[in-house]
Protein backbone atom coordinates (compact mmCIF):
# COMPACT_ATOMS: atom_id res chain seq x y z
CA UNK A 1 0.00 0.00 0.00
CA UNK A 2 1.27 3.41 -0.73
CA UNK A 3 0.05 6.83 0.02
CA UNK A 4 0.39 9.86 -2.03
CA UNK A 5 -0.36 13.32 -1.28
CA UNK A 6 -0.87 16.67 -3.18
CA UNK A 7 -1.79 19.82 -2.72
CA UNK A 8 0.59 21.63 -0.40
CA UNK A 9 2.77 24.91 -1.02
CA UNK A 10 3.01 28.04 -0.11
CA UNK A 11 0.05 30.75 0.11
CA UNK A 12 -0.18 34.17 2.43
CA UNK A 13 -1.81 34.30 5.77
CA UNK A 14 -5.66 34.16 5.09
CA UNK A 15 -5.57 31.83 2.30
CA UNK A 16 -6.89 28.24 1.58
CA UNK A 17 -5.75 24.90 0.42
CA UNK A 18 -6.73 21.44 -0.31
CA UNK A 19 -4.62 18.63 0.29
CA UNK A 20 -5.16 15.30 -1.26
CA UNK A 21 -3.97 11.21 -0.79
CA UNK A 22 -5.35 8.40 -2.20
CA UNK A 23 -4.10 5.14 -1.12
CA UNK A 24 -3.02 2.29 -3.23
CA UNK A 25 -2.52 -1.23 -3.67
CA UNK A 26 -4.12 -4.17 -2.70
CA UNK A 27 -6.45 -2.51 -0.52
CA UNK A 28 -9.72 -4.26 1.38
CA UNK A 29 -10.79 -1.30 3.28
CA UNK A 30 -9.27 1.20 5.77
CA UNK A 31 -10.74 1.93 9.11
CA UNK A 32 -9.43 5.39 9.55
CA UNK A 33 -7.42 8.14 7.15
CA UNK A 34 -6.13 11.62 8.73
CA UNK A 35 -3.39 14.22 8.30
CA UNK A 36 -0.85 15.24 10.84
CA UNK A 37 1.97 17.92 11.03
CA UNK A 38 5.29 18.17 12.04
CA UNK A 39 6.94 21.91 12.35
CA UNK A 40 10.61 22.39 12.78
CA UNK A 41 11.60 21.86 16.16
CA UNK A 42 8.07 20.04 17.38
CA UNK A 43 6.48 16.79 17.16
CA UNK A 44 4.12 15.36 14.89
CA UNK A 45 0.53 16.32 16.05
CA UNK A 46 -3.02 15.46 14.28
CA UNK A 47 -4.39 17.99 12.62
CA UNK A 48 -7.66 15.54 11.33
CA UNK A 49 -9.18 12.34 10.98
CA UNK A 50 -12.10 10.78 9.24
CA UNK A 51 -13.39 6.97 9.60
CA UNK A 52 -14.73 4.77 7.32
CA UNK A 53 -18.24 6.10 8.16
CA UNK A 54 -17.67 9.52 8.29
CA UNK A 55 -16.68 10.17 11.94
CA UNK A 56 -14.20 13.10 12.60
CA UNK A 57 -12.34 14.68 15.21
CA UNK A 58 -9.99 17.71 14.93
CA UNK A 59 -7.30 19.46 16.48
CA UNK A 60 -8.49 22.58 18.29
CA UNK A 61 -5.77 24.83 16.63
CA UNK A 62 -7.51 24.00 13.55
CA UNK A 63 -11.33 23.48 14.05
CA UNK A 64 -13.60 25.89 12.15
CA UNK A 65 -11.27 26.33 9.80
CA UNK A 66 -10.48 22.69 8.52
CA UNK A 67 -12.37 20.31 6.66
CA UNK A 68 -11.34 16.19 6.51
CA UNK A 69 -13.75 14.56 3.88
CA UNK A 70 -13.28 10.88 2.26
CA UNK A 71 -13.97 9.24 -0.57
CA UNK A 72 -14.16 5.47 0.16
CA UNK A 73 -14.48 4.20 -3.27
CA UNK A 74 -11.46 5.98 -4.36
CA UNK A 75 -9.60 5.31 -0.86
CA UNK A 76 -8.51 8.79 -0.56
CA UNK A 77 -8.96 11.97 1.93
CA UNK A 78 -8.84 15.36 1.79
CA UNK A 79 -8.10 18.28 3.54
CA UNK A 80 -9.76 21.87 2.91
CA UNK A 81 -7.44 24.26 5.12
CA UNK A 82 -8.75 28.25 4.72
CA UNK A 83 -7.88 30.80 6.98
CA UNK A 84 -4.57 30.28 7.14
CA UNK A 85 -2.04 30.90 9.36
CA UNK A 86 2.12 31.45 10.18
CA UNK A 87 1.93 28.66 12.38
CA UNK A 88 0.08 26.33 10.22
CA UNK A 89 3.46 26.30 8.08
CA UNK A 90 4.56 21.90 8.63
CA UNK A 91 4.95 19.22 6.74
CA UNK A 92 1.90 17.85 6.57
CA UNK A 93 2.25 13.37 6.53
CA UNK A 94 -1.45 11.53 5.44
CA UNK A 95 -2.05 8.33 7.46
CA UNK A 96 -4.48 5.07 6.45
CA UNK A 97 -4.65 2.90 9.78
CA UNK A 98 -7.01 0.18 10.17
CA UNK A 99 -5.73 -1.05 6.49
CA UNK A 100 -7.01 -4.54 5.62
CA UNK A 101 -5.90 -6.55 2.67
CA UNK A 102 -8.40 -9.00 2.82
CA UNK A 103 -12.09 -8.91 5.27
CA UNK A 104 -9.69 -11.45 7.83
CA UNK A 105 -5.90 -9.99 7.92
CA UNK A 106 -4.52 -8.22 10.15
CA UNK A 107 -4.63 -4.28 10.35
CA UNK A 108 -1.57 -2.10 9.32
CA UNK A 109 -1.04 1.46 9.44
CA UNK A 110 0.54 3.44 6.43
CA UNK A 111 2.27 6.71 6.30
CA UNK A 112 2.33 9.00 3.28
CA UNK A 113 5.97 10.54 2.83
CA UNK A 114 4.45 14.50 3.48
CA UNK A 115 3.98 17.63 1.27
CA UNK A 116 5.05 20.90 2.83
CA UNK A 117 2.64 23.74 4.05
CA UNK A 118 4.19 26.85 4.31
CA UNK A 119 1.90 29.93 5.01
CA UNK A 120 3.86 33.13 4.53
CA UNK A 121 3.76 37.00 3.02
Known amino acids: VQLQASGGGLVQPGGSLRLSCAAS????????MGWYRQAPGKQRELVALITTGGSTNYADSVKGRCTISRDNAKNTVYLQMNSLKPEDTAVYYC????????????????WGPGTQVTVSS
Open 95 to 110: NADGVKYTSSSLTYLY
Open 25 to 32: GTIFSINA
